[in-house]
């Protein structure tokens, strides 16, 4: 069972509902007056994420989901490549990117860099969790559910090697799997 792997619960499954019932509830207020506000989820680790904040988005929004990957061991920084693209075109539209982890920032950033060259009006992002410790680029999520440590973190969307993404809750792996 994945849980044995686990050493420590950071984030609880009860506290992230709650997180995100707040999430949702500043959304609403910060978007009442926005039309055609389209959330983008960044596969793969969003995906419990989204699907636990959009029931308490109470506003007329879309979904639709897009794939970025970085190129490992190259130097240039935000060199990534899209590999699902949106079904949905953005142009003149207000976007709230949904992911799971700010962490070096260059995903976002080299994201809402390509969005608003595609034409979006407003890019604005809301993440599970940010790691700001290790921010390498000039780039802050909007809206953030938990602020973590400099540790790496499993579930709740978030994999190690694509595993423990179905995890309820976000923890750290026990030492020896690494
Ligand atoms: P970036 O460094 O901000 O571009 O984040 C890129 C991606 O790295 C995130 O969307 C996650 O998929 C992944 N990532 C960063 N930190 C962690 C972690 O602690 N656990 C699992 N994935 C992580
Ligand atoms: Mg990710």
Redesign the pocket.
């Known amino acids: 069972m994945i849980k044995d792997d686990i050493k420590k619960v950071l984030v609880s499954e009860k506290q992230i509902v709650e997180r995100c019932k707040q999430l949702g509830s500043e959304i609403n207020e910060d978007y009442r007056d926005t039309k055609d506000l389209l959330l983008v989820g960044?596969l793969?680790?969003?995906l419990p994420f989204m699907a636990e904040l959009i029931k308490y988005i109470e506003l007329d929004v879309e979904i639709d989901f897009m794939a970025a990957k970085?190129y490992q061991g190259t130097e240039s920084l935000g060199d990534?490549k899209i590999v699902k693209d949106l079904d949905t075109s953005v142009m003149g539209r207000d976007l709230l990117l949904v992911?799971?982890?700010?962490?070096?920032?260059?995903?976002?950033?080299?994201l809402k860099r390509l969005l608003y060259n595609k034409g979006a009006r407003d890019v604005k992002v809301v993440s599970l969790?940010d790691?700001p410790s290790?921010?390498?680029v000039d780039?802050e999520a909007d809206y953030i559910g938990f602020q973590?440590e400099n540790?790496?973190?499993?579930g709740f969307?978030?994999?190690?090697n694509q595993k423990y993404r179905n995890l309820p809750y976000i923890g750290v792996l026990k030492d020896e799997l690494y």
């Not at 540790?151 to 499993?154: G, K, L, M, P, T």
């Not at 969307?157 to 190690?160: K, P, Q, R, T, V």
């Open positions: 960044i793969k680790g969003s970085s990534i992911e799971d982890i700010v962490d070096t920032g260059i995903t976002i950033k080299e969790l790691k290790r921010r390498q780039v973590i540790e790496f973190v499993v969307g978030l994999d190690y």
